[in-house]
């Protein structure tokens, strides 16, 4: 091989090499921090925001949310219009300190008098049941949802 070639490849190695180490680094700071989020003072819709109406409440709606397992087993959140984050950042609604669980983890919120449970793009994923959540999915009452080795429920 010519030392030109071999100097092509040893740069091309070097490249690729920076690129994982760059991505690495990527993943670490966003289970660290969070995704990115735009600005406040961002973009504007030019659809105004609809009002929020709280729906009646209803005989087989859940109000509250127990964890069934794990560190914080015992620990019940009353269920409101405010949507529950869980992950291991401070600011989650439910801090779980599980080294399976990302920052934010996962989030659960109300839509339309059911209760949606949302991966947030954790790395061990979040699971209904048995089944890996791989887009928003409603949770039917006293089905176990499993986030890290945290167990939480839904229940009247």
Known sequence: MSELTLLLIRLAFLAVL???VIAAVGVIRTDLFG???APAGGRKSAKPA???VKPKSKKGEPRQLIVT???LQGTTINLTETPITIGRAND???VVTDDYASSRHARLFPQDGQWIVE???STNGTYLD???VTRP???PLGVPIRVGKTVIELRK
């Open 18 to 20: 920076w690129f994982f």
């Open 35 to 37: 995704s990115r989020t």
């Open 50 to 52: 609809k009002p929020v």
């Open 69 to 71: 397992g794990g560190p």
């Open 92 to 94: 989650a609604t439910l």
């Open 119 to 121: 991966d947030l793009g």
């Open 130 to 132: 048995r089944s890996k």
């Open 137 to 139: 999915t409603p949770v």
